[in-house]
């Protein structure tokens, strides 16, 4: 089946550093790929998303490229800020699973001052 | 201002006692589901409706129940609660299950079961 692996967390930065959250998939088909941000109390957003391989996502300073290759879909940010503080969940979308979503288990990001 | 409206957003029961989750979307959207996040897990589907009186299972959806009878509403219920379906619920919707269509998220629903 589907899954999604994220890098362990939790993610502790200060302010203006660069931001890198690993994210690895294995899907049956050619699958689209999303980020999507919880900030506390919230429900999902989503963030950015790449429905082909070679497609880079790209929104509020943050990218991530679909590898086919290395099956990955990185999250990146130059220079994060306290308000990026949040948990990012990589997920998969594959054409046979109904609008379902499968998900990493989340990464948690805390940005200090 | 398009929304997913959960309620309640907190809510601790009992063993066994039935409860509903209620779900509304504003968005005339066709296609809805209900995930539940646990630590380390991620979100995990439990069910999902494509449309009006069309409902089917997700990854893990024993314990559980929906209904769609109307478009914009999707309850999710637990007939006799257990404490393993202590989590963190949320509800989605998309215009139709694509990756083209935005699917949006309710704010959540924490559970507790005692």
């Known amino acids: 089946g589907n899954s999604v692996t994220q890098m362990e967390g939790p993610v502790t930065l200060s302010e203006e550093a660069f931001l890198t959250i690993n994210c690895t998939y294995t899907?049956?088909?050619?699958?689209?790929l999303f980020w999507y941000v919880q900030y506390p109390g919230e429900g999902l957003q989503l963030l950015l998303k790449a429905t082909k391989a070679d497609d880079k996502g790209s929104n509020k300073g943050f990218e991530a490229t679909y590898r086919k290759e290395t099956t990955s879909f990185h999250l990146e940010k130059g220079s994060v800020q306290v308000s990026d503080s949040a948990v990012y969940f990589c997920?998969?979308?594959?054409?046979?699973?109904?609008?379902?979503?499968?998900f990493g288990q989340g990464t948690i990001l805390t940005v200090h001052p | 201002e398009a929304q997913v409206t959960q309620n309640p957003r907190y809510l601790i029961t009992v063993t066994g006692k039935k409860l509903t989750v209620t779900c509304s979307q504003n968005m005339n959207h066709e296609y809805m589901s209900w995930y539940r996040q646990d630590p380390g897990l991620g979100l995990r589907q439990i069910y999902y409706?494509?449309?009006?009186?069309?409902?089917d299972k997700g990854d893990v959806p024993e314990g559980y129940k929906v209904s769609r009878k109307e478009k914009r509403n999707f309850p999710l219920i637990l007939e006799s609660p257990s404490p393993n379906q202590t989590s963190l619920y949320f509800c989605?919707?998309?215009?139709?299950?694509?990756?083209?269509?935005?699917?949006?998220f309710g704010a959540g629903t924490r559970l507790s079961v005692l």
């Open positions: 899907a049956t088909g050619y699958p689209s």
């Open positions: 997920a998969l979308w594959e054409g046979t699973s109904y609008g379902k979503l499968t």
């Open positions: 409706s494509m449309n009006v009186e069309v409902t």
């Open positions: 989605a919707s998309s215009l139709l299950p694509s990756p083209e269509n935005i699917q949006y």
